[in-house]
């Protein structure tokens, strides 16, 4: 692995930034930096092999695009898990999937698209049935507090609520999105290649990728850089009982906490007294333990929980409108109809 010069570290900062929606960025980018499209190209190539930079491609809003998702909870039999999970793993809009230390077990993030036939609340009630699931709670985002902003989510189901108002999609641009989560190609007319493949025009695309961008149902186009977080090998999900009166309060306090990367209001059930979930980072269980309870002399709060994953079941960045998502919704059409009926 070669060492990061200047060069290198000015090319990230430009990648990381906004990679231009034209037909030569990479030259665009070059200017900006008195570097050729040659040598932006070449080093980009490079800080890949690296590992430095994971995939260079749009990042999009779901929630804007019209995904609805959630976060869902589910009580298994211990002897059952393994093979619930494998279950819950076919659905191609679940995410991440973890087994936890709790009674709660099955943890896993789900997504259906806009053209979703089934919808978010019966594909989730089909997949606790398919995988005997005693008990499934859905643990939407009421509210968040703090997002670390990382793409794709975190690991304990950092999902898009699905309120507000969207903006349909049209043809090409559900096909630019299908084309633009893709790993860009290192070319000097990138755009033109990603269009070929689909076999539509280059303008065509860069048009609704512009499109998608103003919208902000694109919120950039960009290089994900592999998270470094040396030291950091632990994390837990502290759920918190918050009276009502004070949800803003706390939320704003556990908020503040360096350690806590992620804070959300979440629903309440009568088995399930938790309102609000951390995400707690720390060098060890230990650490992630201590921080959370000197959360917890620091607040006053003393109903909580430290849920961390024991198993991890899925772990992958979600496929906009792919077409397997309507292969798995046809398969299980006639359960639906069995269930309505």
Same mark, same amino acid.
């Given at each position: 692995m070669q060492d990061n010069d200047q060069r290198d570290r000015e090319l990230l900062g430009t990648l990381q930034g906004e990679i231009p929606l034209v037909s030569t960025p990479f030259a665009v980018i070059g200017q900006a930096l008195d570097m050729s499209e040659k040598e932006v190209i070449k080093r980009t190539e490079r800080l890949k092999r690296d590992g430095v930079i994971r995939q260079v491609s749009a990042q999009f809003d779901t929630r804007a695009l019209g995904y609805k998702s959630?976060?869902?909870?589910?009580?298994?039999? #211990?002897?059952?898990?393994?093979?619930?999970?494998?279950?819950?793993?076919?659905?191609?809009?679940?995410?991440?999937?973890? /087994?936890?230390?709790? #009674?709660?077990?099955?943890?896993?993030?789900?997504?259906?698209?806009?053209?979703?036939?089934?919808?978010? #609340?019966?594909?989730?009630?089909?997949?606790?049935?398919?995988?005997?699931?005693?008990? &499934? /709670?859905?643990?939407?985002?009421?509210?968040?507090?703090?997002?670390?902003g990382a793409e794709g989510g975190d690991t304990h189901g950092n999902e898009s609520d699905s309120g507000g108002e969207v903006t349909p999609l049209s043809t090409i641009e559900i096909e630019a999105v299908r084309l633009l989560q893709r790993d860009f190609p290192l070319q000097p007319r990138p755009f033109d290649v990603l269009a070929r493949s689909a076999g539509i025009g280059a303008d065509e695309l860069l048009s609704a990728a512009r499109a998608l961008h103003k919208r902000g149902q694109m919120r950039r186009f960009t290089a994900a850089i592999h998270p470094r977080k040396p030291g950091f090998s632990a994390s837990a999900m502290a759920v918190w009982s918050v009276p009502e009166a004070k949800i803003d309060e706390y939320g704003a306090q556990l908020s503040q906490h360096k350690a806590v990367s992620h804070c959300y209001l979440r629903p309440v059930?009568?088995?399930?007294?938790?309102?609000?979930?951390?995400?707690?980072?720390? /060098?060890? &269980?230990?650490?992630?333990?201590?921080?959370?309870?000197?959360?917890?002399?620091?607040?006053?709060?003393?109903?909580?929980?430290?849920?961390?994953?024991?198993?991890?079941?899925?772990?992958?960045?979600?496929?906009?409108f792919a077409p397997d998502l309507d292969e798995w919704e046809a398969a299980h059409d006639s359960h639906s109809a069995a269930a309505a009926s």
């Open positions: 959630c976060l869902v909870a589910a009580r298994v039999n #211990d002897d059952d898990v393994d093979e619930a999970a494998e279950i819950v793993n076919t659905h191609p809009g679940v995410t991440q999937n973890y /087994r936890r230390n709790n #009674d709660f077990n099955l943890w896993f993030t789900i997504a259906v698209s806009p053209s979703s036939k089934l919808g978010l #609340d019966r594909t989730i009630g089909i997949l606790g049935e398919e995988a005997g699931c005693d008990v &499934v /709670r859905q643990l939407p985002t009421l509210r968040l507090f703090k997002s670390a059930y009568d088995d399930w007294p938790y309102n609000i979930y951390t995400t707690v980072h720390g /060098r060890s &269980v230990d650490e992630c333990d201590s921080i959370i309870n000197d959360l917890a002399i620091d607040t006053g709060l003393t109903q909580k929980q430290a849920l961390y994953p024991t198993k991890e079941y899925k772990k992958t960045r979600i496929s906009l």
